[in-house]
């Protein structure tokens, strides 16, 4: 159960979505959460932590927010890593780490097998597919990896589906869709 604190903090985080109400992906995390019972969760594409912070919840094990906390062309040009880290501390989730950093130099170093992975960062279509390549490998065999905004049909950003249609095969794939359009 999220707390109330939990959900003002994540009701005042800037958002895509616009009005910070996006119950049905505290939902979805948290879900999945109570049945993995994760030792490792990974989320790639911090921004602002509404994910991070979904994923942290309730969550036995680590979760590591890796980004290069810049933004990007889409996002907008800016620095979160000092907001995500009031955040954290504010929520004291003391199973977070920040790393800083771009995925594929972070993943030159990674060794820990991964229960969850969150693929959010840049969402061209050689972007995801990179992420995906590059960390799917370290996903433990009854692990699960969620994509985010792959219900987006924008002609720029909504490129994930093609990802997971065209690379992600070998899984089993369900699709949950919410209040806002998205898939994880």
């Not at 995906?132 to 692990?143: A, D, I, Q, T």
Request: charged letters at 20%; one cysteine or more.
């Amino acid at each position: 159960m999220i707390s109330n604190q939990t959900k003002q903090v994540l009701a005042s985080i800037p958002s895509a979505w616009g009005d910070g109400d996006c119950k049905g992906h505290i939902d979805v995390a948290q879900f999945i959460i109570d049945q993995i019972k994760p030792s490792v969760t990974v989320d790639l594409g911090v921004d602002y932590g509404y994910s991070l912070i979904s994923l942290a919840c309730n969550n036995p094990g680590i979760v590591f927010g890796i980004d290069c906390f810049e933004g990007d062309e889409w996002t907008g040009i800016r620095n979160t890593y000092q907001y995500v880290s009031e955040k954290i501390n504010q929520l004291e989730l003391n199973n977070v780490k920040l790393i800083k950093g771009y995925f594929d130099d972070v993943i030159k170093t990674w060794f820990l097998p991964i229960d969850i992975l969150h693929i959010d960062g840049f969402h061209s279509y050689e972007a995801v597919k990179n992420d995906y390549e590059k960390w799917s490998p370290y996903v433990k065999r009854n692990g699960v990896i969620m994509f985010h905004d792959t219900n987006s049909h924008d002609t720029r950003f909504g490129v994930k589906w093609r990802v997971i249609n065209n690379h992600c095969n070998i899984f089993t794939s369900f699709f949950i869709y919410f209040t806002r359009p998205q898939i994880f």
